[in-house]
């Protein structure tokens, strides 16, 4: 039996066990082929089940409707704050952008290396920082936008979007990297979701894109044919070699998702762990101290501060005792952080909070 | 002991049996840390030494000059086929591509999206087929050109450059996705060279990229900063969350091959390898019958034809019978397709040559 710690880094993140060992056991041999499954062609029905049940998954988890395709592409987030805007933004047209962070900061900033592009929110307060989401009518979008950008959660500042804005006919965009899955969601709600899989979904190097097909049919056709929406749905993903042991990995983090019981039961599990630690913070609260507004609280991501940078310090090394990891905030911020995505028990988050009670006591 | 046979598939391709073991051994919990290598934060010191060993197996085996810089970036070749141009290919200028099959003329067509480009050679007969690649006078490159691009290897035809044209001061490109490291080479003859990884290199899900630092510089500024080589450069491949695990078995197949003996015995092996093939089809001339120029046949992938479709059926049936997957040729050429790569062992092509002499005798 392997030796694990509880690893609340923000991604890569902790996997499920399960998904693991069976991945441990295809490396050399996959399903009695004697190949094993990082050397399965893209092109083969080994892999080409995997990749349909990954599909499959996704589609019944999140329940996907009909007129959306799911695209596996690579390049993470930061591809498509490229991609989008390369597809959609076109000639004559203004893009609207939701800045609540680091990572709506950046998407704006590559849209505006291609067209037009505004922020119709923007969270940071006077020192640069955001403590808060915007509320939906704060959104000051162009009701001829080219597309409305936001980021669902921010993993640096510890934010989240519990509700997404009607937009009517401008398409809504959402990166959802650091929580799609989390809950049940409305896909029909947006046009576009994406997803780095390194959080819920899996480990680097696949990016999930659900897409309204009238979406795709939008795009630019003047831009390289393998950053066209068309192009990747079209193939089925597999116009060129596709990152199979990423997918493969996809596939088995879903299916333990739905093996525990959907996405539901990971809604439960997220919110009882994201409450222990906030409820760890509130019970101190003369020495924990969480910057971000009670609304916009993230349930993946909870960040709060110590009384001074050194018991920050001391917190960190006493967490690093008791086997809880990765749980030092963002360099550009500081503080703690301590990630919750759907792999991460409610035990771990039990023993933190555990931790957490314990040290303000005895350093309070 | 896994059950393993011989996979002579085109890329995702045969991996060393040392790389997968270790991967395996990895992947719940990566050197004592109890986290597994596929949740190691690609920020910490962990997973940092890992990308670092990488670039220094990569410098020391194929002796990469000062004045190159190597990046890991993602979406394979074809994603390169675009972000070649969109780099290079400044407005007013026109960039020259070699077409000897498939993949050039993909990224020439590509190229066409993003500026001006032309064939400077195409060796396609009156069948649309290549069987050939063009010597190097035959390549007619403008003085001017932005640059000339060309496949060093043909998965599809089985032909392959072994000397390479000197382009003066127009930038030279080398696809080499299929055959790099499969011998030392001067890396100084190019101005940059790519590669997916998964054929010599590892899995699917990286791309390699050494890039004379001279030419990060001359990159276009007004692209999205995602697909400027400057931005990979800058970050040492650490912009956005690297595809740890593709660039860690990287990491473990290159150190295979310098524990072997390096590109020396690489190329000793490969030469032995595609001997033994090409030999077997020399030994059956009326059975077996390779379309390819003597002078241009790959030693990665040696392509031949059967008498009829119906022996070819037979054959793959009987090589599988015998434990020798993946042989059969490319959809779009039919035949044979025998895949060689630095993976293979020689009791592999042994193995095969064999059958192929068995074969012939009892059914030519």
Not at 50 to 75: C, N, W
Not at 199 to 223: A, F, H, M, Q, Y
Not at 269 to 295: M, Q, T
Request: aromatic share 8%; with cysteine.
């Amino acid at each position: 039996m392997a030796h694990r710690v509880f690893n609340f880094a923000p991604g890569p993140a902790t996997l499920p066990v399960p998904a693991l060992k069976r991945a441990q056991g295809d490396l050399l041999d996959y399903q009695g082929t004697g190949i094993g499954i990082l050397e399965h062609s893209h092109r083969k029905p080994s892999y080409m089940a995997v990749h349909a049940e990954t599909k499959k998954l996704l589609r019944d988890l999140l329940e996907i409707p009909d007129g959306y395709s799911t695209l596996f592409m690579q390049g993470g987030a930061r591809g498509q704050f490229a991609i989008v805007p390369m597809n959609l933004l076109h000639p004559g047209t203004t893009a609207d952008y939701v800045v609540t962070g680091t990572w709506g900061e950046k998407a704006v900033a590559e849209a505006k290396l291609v067209g037009e592009a505004r922020e119709a929110a923007n969270t940071a307060g006077d020192d640069g920082k955001h403590t808060r989401v915007p509320a939906l009518d704060e959104i000051a979008m162009a009701k001829d936008a080219a597309y409305l950008h936001l980021t669902t959660n921010n993993t640096i500042y510890g934010t989240q979007f519990f509700d997404f804005p009607d937009t009517g006919d401008v398409p809504l965009i959402l990166d959802m990297s650091s929580d799609i899955c989390w809950q049940p969601m409305d896909v029909s709600k947006a046009d576009l979701i994406y997803a780095g899989a390194q959080k819920n979904l899996g480990i680097p190097g696949v990016t999930l894109v659900i897409i309204k097909d009238e979406l795709i049919e939008k795009g630019r056709r003047d831009i390289p044919s393998i950053f066209q929406y068309r192009t990747i749905e079209k193939a089925d993903s597999l116009q060129n070699t596709a990152p199979t042991f990423a997918i493969y990995m996809m596939r088995n983090v879903l299916a333990w998702m739905a093996d525990q019981g959907g996405l539901e039961e990971m809604e439960r599990r997220n919110r009882k762990k994201a409450g222990l630690i906030y409820d760890a913070i509130s019970a101190a609260p003369d020495f924990y101290r969480c910057p971000v507004e009670e609304a916009s609280r993230s349930v993946m991501n909870v960040v709060f501060r110590l009384p001074t940078e050194e018991l920050e310090g001391v917190f960190v090394e006493e967490a690093a005792a008791a086997e809880l990891m990765g749980i030092k905030g963002h360099r550009s911020v500081g503080g703690m952080r301590v990630s919750l995505y759907n792999s991460m028990s409610i035990e771990g988050a039990e023993k933190l909070a555990e931790l957490m009670g314990a040290f303000a006591k005895a350093n309070g």
